[in-house]
């Protein structure tokens, strides 16, 4: 482990490229993504990919995206273990009917047009990460210190000025819970004595009785938030501190500022607009690590919406990099694809050719998906691995059938040929307002984390 500030040797690499135990142990593995010489994986793909039909397909006026940044600093030169995390959220929405404007005759965007119909907004949520406490009550500890800083962050932030995101939070849990039950940070509180069967710990919350506002553990008097069922500061170590809090709480974030839009819209009775306009997701449609029990609430939350709307709400994932994104490289250098064709990814595809089987779940991503994955090849011949919102409010016993069947999908035509639509070369099989997005909201590590490291010591 190198000391602090202590740069790493540059040629440290040459010990690891000759050492004869590494050259010995890279031949005895294999890579498991990696597809086999013969046709079997050729004509099960053949089989699998479908032509992408252009009935059914929807207007979509608007795209509304959401990306976040992390990193994390070190506050003194002095004490480095002392650490801040900083996420930035850049929300973003786009007027497709205005999309053909902003290219200018030699097929270049035009900054000045695009700024007439692109809107961005960011949020910045900072919270101590290790060793640090606030200065008004510095008798809590790091990891209530994260609570609270959570717990403000949802509650004092109304992204599009009318509705706070942990109304949001409530709306979600609340569609599909009357009651929670939530564990009391008070060790030494009676809902916590180790005498109780596990799903005794903890007390049960009336939701309407509680709603937004901090309250109260029934048996010892600590305080609680809403917020606390999301279990993002069980992600902090007292001791070591951990940076994978913001990782936790910028996935779930993102998804709960979309659903945020979805009830300013529908507050302002907007429903031809919310029928019109598209969410897309930088990632997979899932929730993972502590707050992962949320996406069985996010999924109920969006089919209750559709319920209410003329069509199914258009919400889905775009997913960048990963196993799947690998297998699809893979296939295309290796297979020849049809353009403009998909293939829905089952769980024997995916156990056959590209991962091994979960040990304890009965199919992919039972704990922590509320979306369902399609390979993409687009008229433009861009890989895509697509994210697709479940067709069905509840993962039950039928759940494979459903899951498992693109025609349950009726979004399906709508988002492929959006993605057509919006498909660009700035980065690598990218999307108009993602790429732009990502590039808005990014804080670059190097020389971007310096200057942010400046900033915060100068003003502390």
């Known amino acids: ?241 951990h940076s994978t809090v913001l990782t936790r709480f910028a996935q779930v974030t993102e998804h709960l500022i979309s659903i945020n839009l979805i009830d300013t819209l529908i507050k302002h009775k907007s429903w031809n607009l919310l029928t019109n306009t598209a969410f897309i997701i930088d990632g997979p449609l899932a929730i993972y690590g502590e707050p992962a029990k949320i996406h069985r609430s996010l999924l109920r939350y969006l089919h209750y919406i559709s319920e209410k709307l003329e069509n199914p709400i258009i919400y889905f994932g775009i997913i960048k990099s990963g196993r799947l994104k690998d297998h699809f490289t893979l296939l295309e250098k290796k297979i020849e694809l049809e353009q403009n064709s998909f293939m829905l990814v089952d769980d024997s595809y995916r156990f056959k050719y590209i991962q091994k089987a979960p040990e304890n779940n009965q199919y992919f991503g039972q704990e922590v998906s509320f979306g369902q994955d399609f390979l993409f090849y687009s008229k433009g011949k861009k890989r895509f691995v697509v994210s697709m919102l479940y067709p069905m409010r509840n993962k039950d016993i039928n759940f494979k059938e459903n899951a498992f069947d693109y025609r349950n999908y009726n979004n399906l035509s709508t988002v492929l040929n959006l993605i057509n639509e919006i498909s660009i070369d700035l980065y690598e099989d990218a999307i108009l307002p993602l790429a732009l997005a990502h590039k808005y909201a990014a804080i670059s590590l190097n020389p971007g984390t310096n200057i942010l490291e400046k900033f915060i010591k100068s003003n502390l």
């Open 1 to 241: 482990m190198p000391f602090n500030r202590e740069k790493a040797n540059k040629f440290s690499h040459e010990r690891i490229i000759n050492n004869q135990v590494i050259k010995e142990k890279i031949d005895q593995y294999r890579i498991i993504c990696d597809i086999d010489k013969d046709n079997n994986v050729r004509k099960e793909v053949q089989f699998r990919f479908q032509q992408n039909e252009m009935g059914n397909v929807r207007k979509v006026d608007f795209i509304f995206t959401i990306d976040s940044s992390f990193t994390e600093l070190p506050l003194n030169d002095d004490i480095p273990s002392a650490k801040m995390g900083i996420v930035n959220f850049s929300s973003n929405i786009i007027n497709l009917n205005k999309k053909s404007d902003i290219y200018d005759k030699s097929g270049f965007i035009n900054p000045q047009k695009y700024n007439e119909i692109y809107n961005s907004n960011i949020l910045t949520f900072v919270c101590p990460t290790f060793n640090l406490v606030p200065k008004e009550d510095d008798s809590l500890s790091v990891v209530d210190s994260i609570r609270k800083e959570i717990y403000d962050f949802y509650y004092n932030n109304s992204p599009f000025n009318s509705v706070k995101l942990i109304e949001s939070l409530f709306n979600v849990i609340r569609e599909a819970n009357t009651s929670l039950k939530l564990k009391c940070r008070n060790q030494k509180c009676k809902s916590n004595d180790k005498t109780l069967n596990r799903k005794d710990i903890g007390i049960l919350v009336d939701l309407d009785k509680v709603h937004i506002e901090p309250f109260k553990c029934e048996h010892c008097g600590n305080i609680m938030y809403l917020t606390d069922y999301l279990r993002l500061h069980e992600a902090i170590d007292e001791e070591f501190g």
